[in-house]
């Protein structure tokens, strides 16, 4: 039995349900990726789809290799199966990485000069939702890319062809040293890891049996249920176990992973949870030592403390919407080495491929604090929230945030429109997009002083109480 006829037969699926256009769920085709929740907008059929319109898109750029890896999510087994399914049928040629990191499987892509790479994960959210994280090119397939993706399965504009699938042994070995190479650490270090039962468990293992320094891990049974704590690093509550181990235990930092390892939080020695743009600003400090001058891209979500440090440090800050995808394309316009997110995501040209690594970020904070061991520590961070969620629905989120800009453009406040809106005032600024991860408004606030707080919170509350009747109330709730 051939490959593809093998994979037809496990997949169970006859000409006649091929033959039957079915689009996608339109809430899964977001803006970065595709991303549902298994069983209820996304299904086995849909990665199948998925893989024979990708497979279509490269066929028809006379382009062909494509690796595919998955995270720990029970369903991604099943999802990756049926998208190289998909992949081979419409002629490519598939390189199987299997239970693998992204940044794993980024480094695939961009080592072994492939067409394209697709990771199967559902990234920090839910145990029950997953996606398809896509790169063509070197480049974010996402956008507009994505909705022609759908349109093309809806059609079921597909080419039939025949591809092949290929399993590489040595891809991982090779990411693993290529995360150490480079570095000095200093012996005198106690560091404490928190997998979070996620995917980046053997890369962890890998890397901290190879360094020096007392190394901790928590949680490092890979288990697709999570049942230690949500794939969210970025949540401090999440962090709380790992934040205590860090204090009561005397050791120096902590690092957690979301859990395709794309994402990381920081703990300092102290137990305290660090805001990404706070840590961002740590290492924006240590690479503009090196490169004066250089550009440094943070997203819009980010404090105005880290753009003026930025400045102040000889570097010319760039804001950009949020969102891996329009990170690294706004890199790859600019020719910038150094960008960050307050999601938890750290992208590296310098010494390192560009595409955001959670682990190649914690050996970035490592070898800073092998220098000094309080560089992360007392950290400023003013007057502002963390980031945080409220629950929206899926169809309602984008024109809220639109109202509320449109009645803030005809005030002609100060704002920026380059994602949701971020109006700056005499009491200091906030921010409110429509998250493109999840069914939410994303909301930030930065005041000069608790009575600023106060007044700006009290000014949100007014333009989300007829959409968010408890609004005050989540305000009131959200820690200063």
Request: hydrophobic share 40%.
């Amino acid at each position: 039995m051939g490959i593809v006829d093998k994979f037809r037969s496990l997949l169970h699926m006859n000409d006649e349900e091929n033959k039957t256009p079915r689009a996608l769920a339109p809430e899964i085709l977001r803006e970065y990726d595709i991303r549902g929740v298994f069983g209820k907008n996304l299904f086995e059929k849909d990665a199948y789809d998925i893989g024979r319109a990708f497979g279509t898109v490269l066929a028809r750029k006379n382009l062909k290799s494509v690796c595919v890896g998955r995270d720990c999510r029970n369903s991604s087994d099943a999802l990756a199966r049926n998208l190289t399914n998909g992949l081979i049928n419409a002629g490519a040629d598939v390189i199987s990485l299997g239970m693998r990191s992204t940044p794993t499987t980024d480094y695939a892509a961009t080592t072994l000069k492939l067409d394209a790479g697709i990771m199967i994960t559902g990234s920090h959210n839910p145990p029950d939702q997953n996606g398809f994280k896509i790169v063509l090119e070197n480049s974010p397939f996402c956008g507009e890319d994505i909705k022609t993706l759908g349109d093309m399965i809806a059609r079921k504009d597909f080419f039939e062809k025949n591809g092949r699938e290929v399993v590489l042994n040595k891809v991982f070995s090779n990411y693993v040293a290529a995360l150490l190479e480079g570095f000095k650490f200093s012996d005198d270090v106690k560091v404490a890891w928190d997998i979070g039962n996620g995917t980046t468990a053997d890369a962890v293992k890998a890397v901290t049996a190879a360094i020096p320094g007392k190394h901790h891990l928590l949680f490092e049974e890979i288990d697709g249920n999570f049942p230690n704590r949500p794939p969210d690093p970025i949540v401090a509550k999440n962090i709380e176990y790992l934040s205590r181990f860090v204090l009561y235990n005397g050791f120096d930092i902590g690092f957690a992973f979301d859990s395709d390892g794309d994402r990381l939080a920081v703990v300092d020695s102290a137990g305290r949870a660090l805001f990404s743009d706070q840590v961002f600003e740590v290492l924006a400090i240590e690479f503009l030592k090196k490169n004066p001058g250089a550009q440094v891209i943070a997203d819009i979500k980010s404090s105005a403390r880290l753009f003026e440090s930025i400045k102040k440090h000889s570097g010319v800050p760039i804001m950009e919407r949020s969102g891996h995808s329009f990170i690294k394309k706004k890199m790859k316009e600019t020719g910038a080495l150094l960008a960050g997110e307050m999601s938890g995501h750290f992208f590296f040209k310098d010494r390192w491929f560009g595409f955001d690594d959670g682990i190649y970020a914690a050996l970035r904070c490592l070898e800073i604090v092998g220098e000094n061991k309080n560089a992360f520590n007392n950290l400023e961070r003013g007057l502002i929230t963390p980031e945080f969620r409220i629950q929206c629905e899926e169809n309602a989120k984008f024109g809220i945030v639109n109202s509320i800009k449109e009645h803030l453009q005809s005030k002609k406040a100060d704002i920026v429109e380059i994602d949701g809106v971020r109006i700056s005032t005499k009491e200091g600024w906030w921010l409110l997009r429509a998250s493109n991860t999840q069914n939410a408004l994303s909301l930030r606030i930065e005041a000069n002083s608790v009575r600023d707080m106060k007044k700006l919170k009290k000014e949100i509350a007014g333009y989300l109480v007829n959409d968010v009747p408890n609004i005050a109330e989540i305000l009131e709730k959200e820690g200063e």
